[in-house]
Nanobody
Framework: QVQLVESGGGLVQPGGSLRLSCAAS????????MSWYRQAPGKERELVAR????????NYADSVKGRFTISRDNAKNTVDLQMNSLKPEDTAVYYC?????????WGQGTQVTVSS
């Protein structure tokens, strides 16, 4: 079965950096685009970044462009999110996602808190 396991969250000061990682299993990883979403308290879940199956195209939410970078390693079945210049408004639970028709699959999420 599809499994997505996120890691790397934590508490960081404004302006700091974190790197999130998602380990995928149970499907042919290299055949699917992968995404990172986030959900802040009281807000809807939103798309943060997406990467195509071969890594050739990456898309970002306007709020994170120039600060976040999504990458993948198809040999290791992992997708990472490098987050730089973090702001308090980046505080959220971050989720790894794969859309494998007809379902959306999610990890358990990892908490990122940006605070001084």
């Amino acid at each position: 079965q599809v499994q997505l396991v996120e890691s790397g969250g934590g508490l960081v000061q404004p302006g700091g950096s974190l790197r999130l990682s998602c380990a995928a299993s149970g499907f042919t990883f290299s055949s699917y685009a992968m995404s990172w979403y986030r959900q802040a308290p009281g807000k809807e879940r939103e798309l943060v970044a997406r990467i195509t199956k071969n890594g050739g195209q990456r898309n970002y939410a306007d709020s994170v462009k120039g600060r976040f970078t999504i990458s993948r390693d198809n040999a290791k079945n992992t997708v990472d999110l490098q987050m730089n210049s973090l702001k308090p408004e980046d505080t959220a639970v971050y989720y790894c996602n794969v859309k494998k028709y007809p379902y959306d699959y999610w990890g358990q999420g990892t908490q990122v808190t940006v605070s001084s």
